[in-house]
């Protein structure tokens, strides 16, 4: 079955583009966490980043930062939050690849909130022993 943006990246469901090239395009989001927060969403629908291809993986990062680019100059948002969540498990609700590209101002008393575990004593040097590539 399709994911919603493989819909509309076949043209099958409405969306507003801002950007459309060959491996990607670039929608609003029709949920918003800011006005202007769109998605890099790419054409083939590579469920989570590991199964990306790197030089796909580059384009879509290379887009996402024109996409950071225009949204600071038209928007005049003083940042930007990207996040990609990669599987269910990070609350990836479509899964299909995408970026999400919010604009934030400062002041606008928006969190991204993610609750912090903290390491025992040793064990940052343990995860880092076996995390190490």
């Known amino acids: 079955m399709k994911t919603?943006?493989?819909?509309?990246?076949?043209?099958?469901?409405?969306?507003?583009?801002?950007?459309?090239?060959?491996?990607?395009v670039v929608i609003m989001d029709i949920n918003p966490i800011k006005k202007g927060h769109c998605l890099v969403v790419s054409k083939k629908p590579y469920e989570i980043l590991a199964e990306c291809p790197q030089d796909i993986l580059c384009h879509l990062i290379l887009v996402a930062q024109q996409a950071d680019k225009n949204l600071r100059e038209k928007l005049h948002c003083d940042g930007t939050n990207l996040i990609i969540n990669n599987g269910k498990a990070a609350n990836q609700q479509v899964p299909h690849l995408h970026i999400h590209i919010m604009p934030r101002y400062t002041g606008d008393?928006?969190?991204?909130?993610?609750?912090?575990?903290?390491?025992?004593?040793?064990?940052?040097?343990e995860y880092g022993k076996l995390l190490k590539f």
């Open 4 to 24: 919603i943006f493989e819909k509309i990246v076949d043209g099958e469901l409405p969306s507003v583009k801002i950007h459309e090239d060959e491996y990607c």
């Open 109 to 125: 008393n928006n969190t991204v909130a993610v609750p912090h575990d903290k390491y025992s004593d040793g064990e940052i040097e």
